[in-house]
């Protein structure tokens, strides 16, 4: 399971994520703006999001569980 959060305009800032797996919960932080927080849930698809002080940045992120190989691998 790989997951993504991708947003694609070349013309905003944008900061990567970190990210980690709270129970069925893949949790997205930014090491830059610590307030923003999303959370999204792989069984029921359901996503939270925390407002960032600068809603013109975006915030991108990949989730890959532990011991999952990616290297060389591209997104579908």
């Known amino acids: 399971m790989l997951i993504q959060i991708i947003h694609e305009d070349r013309d905003r800032e944008?900061?990567?994520?970190?990210?980690k797996?709270?129970?069925d919960?893949?949790?997205?932080?930014?090491p830059i703006c610590l307030e923003?927080?999303?959370r999204?849930?792989?069984?029921?698809?359901?996503?939270?999001?925390r407002p960032v002080n600068d809603?013109?940045?975006f915030h991108n992120g990949t989730f890959v569980p532990p011991?999952?190989?990616?290297?060389?691998?591209?997104?579908n």
Do not use: A, Q
């Open 21 to 23: 797996r709270e129970g």
């Open 55 to 57: 809603p013109s940045i």
């Open 67 to 75: 011991g999952l190989d990616v290297e060389g691998s591209k997104p």
């Open 25 to 30: 919960w893949i949790v997205f932080t930014c």
């Open 40 to 49: 999204l849930n792989f069984k029921t698809k359901e996503r939270i999001s």
């Open 36 to 38: 923003y927080e999303s």
């Open 14 to 19: 944008m900061h990567k994520c970190e990210s």
